[in-house]
Nanobody
Framework: QWLVAESGGGLVQPGGSLRLSCTIS????????IGWFRQAPGKAREGVAC????????HYSDVVKGRFTISRDNAKNTVYLQMNSLQPEDTAVYYC???????????????WGQGTQVTVSS
């Protein structure tokens, strides 16, 4: 059974940065795409970034492109999400999950973690 654990969330002021970590136990990262999603209160879960298997390409939603960077450390079985220039609208619970290929459709992903709260506020 795979164990997915997100960490690194917290309270940050607008314009600040955070780095989230997604550590997955029991699987080989190189065989799966890892997606980062977020869900704000009253809103649907939305994909923000994905690290693809195979060509190791990175994909970003339009709302975070240029501000967020996804990376992967296979030795640590960890995927990171570096978030810069954070804005109040980035406030949400952030989740990571696994899939065979990158997709923005959350139902296609498996092995969700419990999430980590990110709050952007002055």
């Amino acid at each position: 059974q795979w164990l997915v654990a997100e960490s690194g969330g917290g309270l940050v002021q607008p314009g600040g940065s955070l780095r989230l970590s997604c550590t997955i136990s029991g699987m080989t990262l190189d065989y799966y795409a890892i997606g980062w999603f977020r869900q704000a209160p009253g809103k649907a879960r939305e994909g923000v970034a994905c690290f693809s298997t195979g060509d190791h390409s990175q994909h970003y939603s339009d709302v975070v492109k240029g501000r967020f960077t996804i990376s992967r450390d296979n030795a640590k079985n960890t995927v990171y999400l570096q978030m810069n220039s954070l804005q109040p609208e980035d406030t949400a619970v952030y989740y990571c999950a696994t899939n065979r290929v990158c997709s923005w459709a959350a139902p296609r992903y498996d092995n969700w973690g419990q999430g980590t709260q990110v709050t952007v506020s002055s």
